[in-house]
């Protein structure tokens, strides 16, 4: 071998870096509405476990129509309006909007189970973003001085893709189901079969939620389920619990 072609070739070769290509956009949904995402939705059951205990939602068709009834007339009106409108404001950069959006989410928790679980979820998810490369440290800093509540820092994560808005509220319904489902299948309790019925109904069901969400302004949003509340409520001096709401 001629080895001053060969260290011609080395010396004047250059290094090989690899780079980590950018995760594309639905990918990135798929992993935020992931039910192995480390933010502990599934140890909560938002008042279903209490339904079972005290409402008589004690068989499939029950459960489903409770859950239904919970998307479009609590996540369609209240949580996924005001991430419709925090996505935006965050691409915007308009952290006074967000603030504000923030704060009502926090303001529309009525027991301090729903609070807790909205903070705790919000505080997971930061602490998972600051682990990643899609948000700035600098939107990541700004949420944590608000007191997070889920939505808004799921909103902050959703931003951060490539995804339009449509497809990230899609997203988070559908995560949001597949972790009430499951809290279905423990507490009433139901087989597989059934939760992949109850799944697949909530899934028809997920886009009429989405565009109601997105229609509805300021003045129309709105967090008013008060059974839910009164179930909340009763859930957290409950005797004997699955889940921590």
Known sequence: M????????????????????????????IWLASPALPVGGFSYSEGLEAAVDRSGVATENIASDWLTDQLHLGQARGDLAA???AITAWRQGDLD??????????????????RAQTEQMGRSLLDWLRNHHTASAADIAACAQMQPTYPIAFALAAAATSA???????????????????????AVPLGQSAGQRILARLAADIPAAVEHAMALPDDQRQAFTPMLAILSSQHEVQYSRLFRS
């Not at 001629?2 to 949904?29: E, F, H, K």
């Not at 449509?166 to 299948?185: H, K, P, T």
């Open 83 to 85: 991430m419709a409108q």
């Open 164 to 186: 339009g808005l449509r497809d990230c509220l899609q997203a988070y319904a559908f995560g949001w189901a597949e972790n009430m489902v499951q809290s279905a299948i423990k």
């Open 97 to 114: 909007r967000v603030a504000a959006l923030n704060a009502w989410v926090l303001q529309t928790r009525e027991s301090s189970e729903f």
């Open 2 to 29: 001629d080895m001053s072609t060969d260290t011609a070739i080395r010396t004047d070769a250059v290094p090989y870096v690899q780079q980590a290509p950018a995760t594309p956009g639905l990918l990135q949904l």
